[in-house]
C-alpha cells in the first residue's frame, strides 16, 4: 500500500501542500559526523540525560517540496560549494583567518539566515532553548521566500572555526542558544565544527562582530582556540562535569 502524503501549510510559501521531511540543518554539514562510523554523537550538559547517537541529519515536516527542493536548496548548494572550497573561489589563509572571496553574498547570507530561521521553527528538542520574536521570523521568511538581499548588517553573519588543542574537530555539533546584546540578540550555533552567529535586532552589530562579518566583498572567518569562545569553552566545561557525574552515579 502506498504511503499517503502528509498534508499541510508549507511554513514558507503558506500554500497548502503534501509537506516532505526537510532538514533542519543542511544535510551536507551532517556528513562529517557520519564518515567515521557511519553516526555521530549527541552531547549533553544534564547528568541526568544520557548523551545518545545519531544516524541521520535533523528533519521535520515544515516545507512543500518546491520550497526545500528548490528555493531553499539553491542557498544550501552554494554555502556547500564555499566552505569544500568550491571552484572559482579564492581562500588565503593568513593570521589565523581564512580570507574568503568570490562567492555570491546573497546565496550565502540567505542559507546562514535559512538554518536560523528552520532552527526556530522546529520542534526537535535541541532547539528549544531559541525563540524569535514574530517581526524577525515573518522578516526572514520574506527574504527567504523571495530571495531578497539583506544589507550587511540586517541580521548580521559571522562563522568562526574553533580549534580543540589545535585541532579542528568537523564532528562536532552543540545545541544552539542566544544571549542579548545591547538592542539586539546573538543566537550561536556550532554545526559540524563551524559556530555560526546572527544577530538579530535593531541595533548595528557589536563591535567584536564587526570584523567577522558577512560582506558583499569578503569573508574573513577567524581560527580560533576553543579557550577564547565562552560559548563554547563553557559547554566543554559543563559536558565534562555532566559525564563526570553520570559516572559516579553508576557508581
Not at 500500500?1 to 502528509?6: E, H, V
Not at 552531547?43 to 528548490?70: A, F, H, M, W
Not at 571552484?87 to 539566515?113: F, P
Request: glycine letters at 6%; proline letters at 6%.
Amino acid at each position: 500500500m502506498a504511503k499517503q502524503p502528509f498534508i499541510g501549510t508549507c511554513r514558507l510559501c503558506r500554500e497548502e501542500a503534501a509537506l516532505v521531511d526537510s532538514h533542519i540543518v543542511p544535510a551536507f554539514l551532517f556528513r562529517p559526523l557520519k564518515e567515521v562510523e557511519g553516526r555521530y554523537s549527541i552531547l549533553s550538559t544534564d547528568p541526568s540525560e544520557r548523551e545518545r547517537t545519531g544516524q541521520r541529519g535533523i528533519t521535520e515536516r515544515l516545507l512543500c517540496r518546491v520550497c526545500d527542493n528548490e528555493r531553499l536548496q539553491r542557498y544550501e548548494d552554494h554555502l556547500a560549494r564555499v566552505l569544500n572550497g568550491g571552484i572559482g573561489l579564492r581562500i588565503q589563509t593568513g593570521s589565523n583567518v581564512l580570507q574568503v572571496q568570490g562567492y555570491d553574498y546573497r546565496l550565502i547570507k540567505n542559507a546562514a539566515i535559512s538554518m536560523l530561521w528552520r532552527i526556530i521553527l522546529s520542534r526537535a528538542p535541541m532547539f528549544k532553548e531559541v525563540s524569535l520574536a514574530p517581526l524577525y521570523e515573518e522578516r526572514l521568511r520574506d527574504v527567504l521566500l523571495n530571495n531578497l538581499k539583506v544589507g550587511e548588517d540586517e541580521f548580521a553573519v559571522a562563522v568562526t572555526a574553533p580549534l580543540l588543542e589545535g585541532r579542528h574537530f568537523p564532528d562536532w555539533t552543540v545545541s544552539p542558544d542566544f544571549i542579548p546584546v545591547g538592542e539586539n540578540n546573538l543566537y550561536r550555533f556550532l554545526v559540524t565544527g563551524l559556530l555560526f552567529t546572527v544577530e538579530v535586532g535593531p541595533g548595528a552589530p557589536v563591535a567584536e562582530m564587526g570584523p567577522m562579518v558577512l560582506r558583499e566583498r569578503e569573508w574573513r572567518i577567524p581560527v580560533m582556540d576553543v579557550r577564547m569562545i565562552p560559548f563554547l569553552s563553557t559547554f566543554c566545561a559543563d559536558v565534562a562535569d555532566a559525564r563526570k557525574t553520570r559516572q559516579q552515579n553508576k557508581g
